[in-house]
């Protein structure tokens, strides 16, 4: 599940050498003092290197990439961006704070974007689709991607949970337009908060760059403090701190996926011919960064009791079913914009509701115990017999 399992000494040292070096927390400046040490720069160049793209930038969080990204595009009032109804919350809010309409549609098999609904949802005003790998499973971009094209829409990928994923050998989040990303304490490589944007056009890069720095274009014909700007923007810069981690982080992204993937497995094989348990779709040629283990059981009330027994058994679910309120936009009437567009939030969805009832989500872990697989089954199947 997080990369926080695996932090410890390699974090520490990187953290280190910046104080070592002068102790400039700002990424941006102060050069005669620093000593070389431009630890966001490098952990940016690093990250595009891993992902196989031209250009990163880092931001403070992973609803900061989505705001960014979405920044880039220059949507006018009445613009709409359509997102899946499943997805964390940040996703709808991102859209909203970029003055957007939101729009949601139903999931598939694989509890991500249905391109058969998305193509239903779309209209003249459509300006981008965001597709969203929830819990590492990608989306089925290919057909997502093809539709957008057609349509002449913009593609960007929320890859939250997607970091170290792939789909027919390309990296998740490098599909689109731009692909966003979120370190938070939860995902699978952390700097304890934190985001990273992916761009294949330096354009948009150096527009999301200026943005996500209250428009500084970083002239290095000039001092910052008279740095030129062709427009405003907001402050998203990530810190030296967070980026001194995040290239620990990133240097153990291949091994925590593979792990996630093996503790994974182990737990399917223990479960899989229990009655009623039916595996979560997932897109031919993916590799997931396996982030939980999703299967759907017979019915919203077997789903209820099997949490249940999985809870007195002193382990857990996550997201589904305990906490859908933040991540089911059926659930989101706080939330004006997205009503004023769909009506009645809880009848909008309804076949992502009756999806997500019967699912049961299972958190995957790097250091896992042993007796972690014969617990999962021993207290599922004492519901499930």
Same mark, same amino acid.
Request: net charge negative; charged share 25%; hydrophobic share 45%.
């Given at each position: 599940?997080?990369?926080?399992?695996?932090?410890?000494?390699?974090?520490?040292?990187?953290?280190?050498?910046?104080?070592?070096?002068?102790?400039?927390?700002?990424?941006?400046?102060?050069?005669?003092?620093?000593?070389?040490?431009?630890?966001?720069?490098?952990?940016?160049?690093?990250?595009?290197?891993?992902?196989?793209?031209?250009?990163?930038?880092?931001?403070?969080?992973?609803?900061?990439?989505?705001?960014?990204? +979405?920044?880039?595009?220059? =949507?006018?009032?009445?613009?709409?961006?359509? /997102?899946? @109804? #499943?997805? *964390?919350?940040? &996703?709808?809010?991102?859209?909203?704070?970029?003055?957007?309409?939101?729009?949601?549609?139903?999931?598939?098999?694989?509890?991500?974007?249905?391109?058969?609904?998305?193509?239903?949802?779309?209209?003249?005003?459509?300006?981008?689709?965001?597709?969203?790998?929830?819990?590492?499973?990608?989306?089925?971009?290919?057909?997502?991607?093809?539709?957008?094209?057609?349509?002449?829409?913009?593609?960007?990928?929320?890859?939250?949970?997607?970091?170290?994923?792939? +789909?027919?050998?390309?990296? =998740?989040?490098?599909?689109?337009?731009?692909? /966003?990303? @979120? #370190?938070? *304490?939860?995902? &699978?490589?952390?700097?304890?908060?934190?985001?990273?944007?992916?761009?294949?056009?330096?354009?948009?890069?150096?527009?999301?760059?200026?943005?996500?720095?209250?428009?500084?274009?970083?002239?290095?014909?000039?001092?910052?403090?008279?740095?030129?700007?062709?427009?405003?923007?907001?402050?998203?810069?990530?810190?030296?701190?967070?980026?001194?981690?995040?290239?620990?982080?990133?240097?153990?992204?291949?091994?925590?996926?593979?792990?996630?993937?093996?503790?994974?497995?182990?737990?399917?094989?223990?479960?899989?011919?229990?009655?009623?348990?039916?595996?979560?779709?997932?897109?031919?040629?993916?590799?997931?960064?396996?982030?939980?283990?999703?299967?759907?059981?017979?019915?919203?009330?077997?789903?209820?009791?099997?949490?249940?027994?999985?809870?007195?058994?002193?382990?857990?679910?996550?997201?589904?079913?305990?906490?859908?309120?933040?991540?089911?936009?059926?659930?989101?009437?706080?939330?004006?914009?997205?009503?004023?567009?769909?009506?009645?939030?809880?009848?909008?969805?309804?076949?992502?509701?009756?999806?997500?009832?019967?699912?049961?989500?299972?958190?995957?872990?790097?250091?896992?115990?042993?007796?972690?697989?014969?617990?999962?089954?021993?207290?599922?199947?004492?519901?499930?017999?």
């Amino acid at each position: 599940m997080p990369g926080f399992e695996v932090i410890g000494a390699e974090e520490q040292a990187e953290i280190d050498d910046i104080f070592a070096r002068g102790g400039v927390l700002f990424r941006h400046g102060f050069d005669a003092i620093r000593n070389g040490s431009y630890k966001v720069r490098e952990f940016e160049s690093a990250f595009a290197e891993y992902m196989g793209v031209p250009h990163a930038l880092a931001v403070t969080s992973g609803t900061a990439a989505l705001r960014v990204a +979405l920044a880039v595009l220059d =949507l006018q009032p009445g613009d709409e961006v359509v /997102t899946q @109804s #499943f997805t *964390f919350v940040a &996703t709808a809010e991102a859209i909203i704070e970029s003055r957007a309409v939101p729009v949601c549609c139903e999931i598939d098999g694989t509890l991500n974007m249905d391109p058969v609904d998305l193509e239903r949802r779309m209209t003249p005003r459509t300006k981008a689709v965001i597709a969203v790998h929830m819990l590492g499973t990608p989306a089925r971009l290919p057909e997502i991607a093809a539709l957008c094209e057609r349509r002449g829409v913009t593609l960007i990928e929320d890859a939250a949970w997607g970091c170290g994923g792939s +789909l027919d050998g390309r990296a =998740l989040g490098t599909w689109g337009r731009m692909g /966003t990303f @979120s #370190f938070d *304490f939860a995902k &699978t490589m952390t700097t304890g908060e934190g985001g990273m944007i992916v761009f294949h056009d330096r354009s948009d890069y150096e527009r999301a760059a200026a943005w996500h720095d209250h428009g500084h274009e970083n002239n290095p014909s000039v001092p910052r403090w008279e740095d030129t700007r062709s427009g405003s923007g907001f402050n998203y810069r990530m810190t030296e701190l967070q980026g001194a981690v995040g290239l620990a982080q990133l240097r153990k992204l291949a091994d925590v996926v593979r792990r996630q993937q093996s503790n994974r497995d182990a737990i399917w094989q223990s479960i899989r011919d229990l009655p009623g348990v039916v595996a979560r779709e997932v897109p031919r040629g993916s590799v997931e960064t396996a982030d939980a283990l999703v299967f759907e059981s017979p019915s919203p009330e077997v789903a209820r009791e099997l949490r249940k027994r999985l809870v007195d058994a002193g382990l857990a679910t996550k997201i589904l079913p305990e906490a859908v309120t933040w991540h089911f936009a059926a659930t989101w009437s706080h939330m004006p914009e997205l009503v004023e567009h769909h009506g009645d939030l809880a009848t909008a969805f309804p076949a992502t509701a009756a999806r997500l009832a019967r699912c049961v989500s299972l958190p995957v872990m790097v250091n896992m115990e042993d007796s972690v697989p014969a617990r999962v089954r021993a207290a599922l199947a004492s519901a499930l017999s």
